[in-house]
Structures are given as C-alpha cells and as structure tokens.
C-alpha cells in the first residue's frame, strides 16, 4: 500500500498545473469557449487559421474576455502571436516582418510572453519552443500543460491583472510595453539600446531607444525618408530596390564611420526602433 502511494504522489509531482481558466487545445471547444486557432497537435504543434484535420484552441470566454478573434495582416485589437502562412505554419512573438498574418483577439485583452510561467491574476493562452539559434520567432506551440515547453503566452482581461508597463520601465519583450491600443499615450517596444546590445531592456516610445548612459528613451533621427512632404528625404537622397538591406557603400552620405564607437554604419531599412523607418545601423567592413 505504501508503494502505491509513493507512485501517485510522485507521478503528480510531474503533472503540471492549469488553471481553468487558461486557454487549452481540445478535440472540439465547448460551446462557453471560443475556437481562436486550429492546432495540429498538443505538442511541438503547428498552427493554421481554419484546418478542419487539426485541434481546436479553446479560450473560456467568460474568464479571459476573449470574444471575438481572427486572423489577418491587420490587427486593430490585441496581436499575440503571428503566423508565417495561414495553414501548417510556425509562429513568431510579435513584431514580425516576416510572419504577416497576425492573430488578433479583443482590445480589452493584455498580453506578454514570460519563461516563469503566468502570475496568478493571468491566463495561458499558449505555449512556445523556438527551433535552435531563433529567439521569439520560428516556434512550434504546445498545450499550456506541456512541461517542455519553458516559454508562455500570458494574458489577463481588463482590470485582472498583468498591467502593461510604461516607458523606461525594465522589459523583455515588446508585448510587455504599453501602446495606444491600451489607452497608454503612446505606442511603444521593448527598446535594448542604439545599437541593440545592451542586456538589460525597457520600454520606449516607436522611434526612440534606450540611452542607457543616460537613463532616458532618446530620439532616433531617420538617416532616409523617402515620404517626406516637403521632398528632402534627408541625409541619404535615393531609393534602393530591396525592401531591406545595406545602402551602396559608394555613396559618403550613406556611410559613416563613428568615432565614438569604433565602427562603421549604414543607411538601412531594417525593423528598428520599433518601426521600420531607415536608421544607422552597426556594420562590418569586409
């Protein structure tokens, strides 16, 4: 009789907690819950937009305030995660410019990603395993109850907890920053430095950065803007033909030296910033 016991409470050990609440992958949703992705398995999973072969991700709708959900380029509510294509597709935390489809769910919604797990006042919504040498981006999903799935999707409805966090405020990703769509004053990332290599991230404005010498979300000035008005797009004064990249290194507005920091930059159009704007980037010279 002993033996038995010791077996079960060591086989409950291993057994993870879920919350009622959190959202779960299911054979078919209970009609209290909304179907908000079709997942093809509840581990090391892929996700498509409407797959009649696969399962249902069934979020309860009375206690996560989720009502409504879809998946498109646009988002005007809430965008947890993004698709790379609408069927049989990896995911990527957002912002992506190569996953476009985006899932969008109610505004009322907040939600961050965390590898501690969600805080009690939150819910799962899934969970997340990147493939080698990727960081928030190219992932397969899993349950919420999946033990080797170290990374969540956390949310909370309005007023439950897990409030969005505001500028110069330490982050870790950039759903954690507050942003318009929130009610916050403005639209904001999760900023790790002009150059992008300082460990420690806080939340700043869409086109600014963290200065970490100065405490402070500093102004980023675009080096390119081919929509200005006024028809003086600034430093560097033609178009490139790729959407991102490098501009001609022949080119001496386009190309700097900087003294301070001993390396090159570029002109380029990359995802920095929290827009995509053109901006001096770190370059190497080979």
Known sequence: ????????????????????????????????????????????????????????????????????????????????????????????I??????LNKLCIDSGVQCRTSQLGCL????????????????????????????????SICCSSSGSGGECLEEAELCSTDSECCDISQGYTKDQYCSSGQYENLVEKHCCEEGT????????????EPCYDPTDPLG??????????EPEGYFNLDEEDCIQYNLLYQYHEACCNKNRYGTNDFYFCEIEIL
């Open 94 to 99: 957002p912002p992506s410019t190569i996953y």
């Open 232 to 241: 003086n797009p600034g430093i560097c004064n033609y178009l490139i033909s």
């Open 120 to 151: 009690d006042t939150e819910f799962c919504l899934l969970k997340y395993k990147e493939e080698t040498g990727f960081t928030d981006t190219n992932a397969h999903v899993a349950d919420c109850s999946d033990d080797f799935y170290s990374k």
């Open 1 to 92: 009789m002993k033996k038995s016991v010791i077996l079960v409470l060591l086989l409950f050990s291993f057994v993870s907690f879920v919350s009622a609440t959190d959202c779960a992958v299911k054979t078919v949703c209970l009609p209290t819950e909304i179907n908000i992705l079709d997942v093809s398995s509840i581990s090391n999973a892929h996700v498509s937009a409407e797959n009649i072969n696969y399962m249902q991700l069934c979020c309860p709708r009375e206690t996560t305030g989720i009502t409504n959900s879809e998946v498109s380029q646009t988002c005007e509510g809430i965008n947890p995660l993004n698709l790379y294509s609408l069927d049989n597709s990896h995911i990527a």
């Open 209 to 220: 950065f963290w200065n970490q010498q100065q405490g402070i979300c500093e102004g980023a």
